[in-house]
């Protein structure tokens, strides 16, 4: 007996997934990305919290490859925080021109070319992996410190279990993670702005002696080095400690989820990000060198500094705990960055056909579900193949970044030089651009000369893998595409003719109801399949379309609203050809980001008027099916068949031959 009621087991677990992950977004109400929107202090939060937590292992990386000669350390916070901020303007820039995100993807591809693009949307997403994977191991790293160590054989489940909390909550939504969160990453700034406050005013009559050290140092190392040998050293300290500057590139990436104005909202929080990176990473150079830090072993160098400024204070210990516990806190906060960001990237990728399309989707609750899951995924495969080991992720790390950093800031000195005659302030934007792709090729290099042997290869295979598969979806959606131009070629000026039909539709006469996307030769193939394989049965054609909102089209009302009118556009035409061939035609379409839920209730809707209707869609079918195709091409068709007759209503597919 057919039913329109589903099984009450299916609305049981439908009411637990809606607990869970959240209800659905109205994708129609008019205030959908106010709402959904962040002020700049909460994107400074959700993606300003990568960067900030870098200051957990950057400086300090940077300061221990200073070995016995920490007199450089004055300078290397110095040049830290010159390098936040002339990689931070760049970064504003790129906000400016590209206002709707994309970060250094969208500025390779658009500014050097889709190879470079690949390359930086590649490292990117592989960054981003690793930037789940290390945040969270070294937030259950930080956690576990405090436990006894018969308990630390449950680190990589607790690692994974953390990684699968944060696919969830970001599922349910980008804004609702990041207010869950917002408390974690203000224990951080107050408790650390405190112990950096206290390690400057605290020891100001250490001032002088600092300056006579460096002073010192540098006369002793010009005698027994040199010159070269000071700026080698310099150069190798400050290139290692190159993970201070992860995660700058976020607000750029991330500009979809700005508040409007987008671009004034994204420079604000890139100010905040830049500010106050540069301020924590370049005071902790000054603290360790005023207090002189030596490495204690089973202790970060920040822990070591923690003890030292709060071991007289009331409660000192304690606060000293608060201020680690929250270090490691917050690196799960900035995990939270790599799924912000990096299914962005997949998105804005698979737009472009370098991914699966489906990775362009957005779900019920307007997230790239797909983008996430599979973020989330890799991260977990990563942190059980590294058995949650910070220390051989540090070393994967930091390289992919300065790929994409370094071909942003060629593509952006290749735009102001063109510009040159057009912008009178092309010079100076040039020179800043000039000198951040000086410093990311410098760190870049460095960096990868110096982690290439301990497993820095692994990183940049990876990344080579990723790039050489991207190469292979374009190479078959490019056949793809080929075919359906072909098909374009031939049928978009098919010849109708006839007197046109202008007769309304009557309800109880046979209809079919077509599925359509736009107008192109693909719906005409199946709408040409129709009445030649059932030819005088059908009085009535309906056009049936769904506006799906997907990462590229989400982007603001305007957007929508054309995608909106372009479907349209579409189905009118659609109705016109079907009349000139004699049928009564009409279309219905809604706008929404799951094409087989908004197909479905509109043919439910429609056979309620038209009680004796079929349901008609074309699929892309291949001589040789392989492996990959599934993966590629969705079976939305078959999914729309499975639900309709569910329902009771007959649904056909029609195949549409593809070469590939």
């Known amino acids: 007996m057919a039913s329109d009621e589903m099984p009450a087991e299916k609305n049981m677990a439908g009411k637990i997934v809606r607990a869970v992950l959240g209800a659905p977004k109205q994708i129609n109400d008019p205030n959908i990305f106010h709402k959904m929107s962040l002020i700049p202090v909460l994107a400074w939060i959700g993606l300003g919290a990568d960067g900030l937590s870098s200051s957990s292992y950057g400086p300090e990386e940077a300061y221990l490859a200073l070995g016995q000669h920490t007199y450089l350390a004055i300078m290397l916070g110095i040049a830290t925080a010159v390098t936040v901020f002339i990689i931070s303007y760049a970064y504003s820039r790129i906000i400016e021109h590209f206002p709707y995100g994309g970060g250094g993807y969208i500025v390779s591809t658009h500014m050097l070319g889709e190879k470079a693009g690949v390359v930086s949307g590649s490292a990117l997403l592989v960054d981003y992996v690793l930037t789940i994977t290390l945040s969270i191991a070294a937030c259950v790293d930080a956690i576990f410190s405090y436990l006894p160590l018969s308990f630390h054989y449950v680190k990589v489940p607790v690692a994974c279990l ?53 002073h010192a140092g540098i006369h002793q190392d010009l005698a027994s080095m040199g010159i070269m040998g000071i700026l080698l050293l310099f150069l190798r300290a400050y290139s290692l400690g190159g993970g201070t500057y992860t995660g700058i590139e976020a607000v750029s990436n991330g500009l979809q989820i700005m508040r409007e104005p987008r671009v004034q909202t994204g420079k604000r929080t890139m100010i905040y990000m830049a500010g106050s990176l540069a301020f924590t990473a370049g005071t902790l150079f000054l603290c360790y060198a005023l207090l002189n830090v030596k490495p204690v072993e089973g202790k970060t160098l920040n822990a070591v500094i923690a003890d030292n400024l709060f071991a007289h204070w009331s409660a000192g210990k304690l606060i000293a705990f608060v201020t680690i516990f929250s270090e490691g806190a917050l690196l799960l906060v900035a995990a939270q960055t790599g799924f912000v960001d990096g299914p962005r990237v997949m998105a804005n990728m698979a737009v472009d056909s370098w991914f699966p399309h489906r990775f362009a989707a957005l779900s019920e609750r307007l997230t790239m579900r797909n983008g996430i899951v599979m973020m989330g995924g890799a991260a977990i495969l990563l942190l059980i193949y590294t058995h949650g080991s910070v220390a051989a992720l540090v070393v994967m790390y930091s390289i992919n970044v300065f790929i994409t950093f370094s071909l942003s800031e060629l593509g952006m000195s290749r735009f102001y030089i063109k510009r040159r005659r057009e912008d009178p302030t092309w010079f100076k934007h040039l020179s800043v651009h000039l000198t951040g792709l000086t410093l990311c090729v410098t760190i870049l290099v460095i960096t990868t000369m110096e982690k290439f042997i301990e497993g820095g290869w692994i990183t940049l295979l990876i990344t080579s893998g990723v790039i050489g598969v991207c190469y292979l979806i374009r190479k078959h959606y490019q056949a793809v595409r080929q075919g359906i131009a072909d098909l374009d070629k031939t049928l978009l000026s098919f ?148 639900r309709l007759q569910w329902n009771n209503i007959t649904t056909v597919i029609l195949p549409i031959r593809m070469r590939s």
């Open 162 to 214: 953390l990684c699968f909390v944060l696919i969830v909550l970001n599922i349910r939504g980008v804004k609702e993670s990041i207010m869950i969160m917002a408390p974690i990453f203000l224990v951080f700034v107050v408790t650390h702005l405190l112990m950096l406050l206290d390690g400057i005013f605290t020891h100001t009559s250490e001032f002088a002696p600092l300056v006579h050290n460096l």
């Open 495 to 642: 010849p109708a003719s006839g007197p046109v039909n202008t007769a309304p539709l009557k309800k109880t006469d046979l209809t079919a109801i077509q599925l359509v996307s736009g107008y192109s030769g693909f719906g005409i193939h199946t709408l040409l399949s129709i009445l030649t394989t059932f030819p005088g049965i059908y009085k009535n054609i309906i056009f049936v379309s769904v506006a799906v909102v997907d990462s590229g089209s989400f982007k603001g009302v305007e957007e929508v609203q054309k995608l909106e009118e372009s479907i349209k556009s579409g189905l009118e035409k659609y109705v016109e050809l079907a009349r000139k061939l004699g049928i009564a035609a009409d279309y219905y379409m809604e706008v929404g980001t799951d094409v087989v839920d908004n197909s479905v209730h509109l043919c439910k809707n429609i056979v309620a008027d038209y009680p004796r209707s079929t349901v008609f869609t074309g699929q892309i079918t291949f001589r040789l099916e392989k492996f990959y195709h599934r993966m590629l091409h969705n079976e939305t068709a078959f999914a729309i068949q499975r």
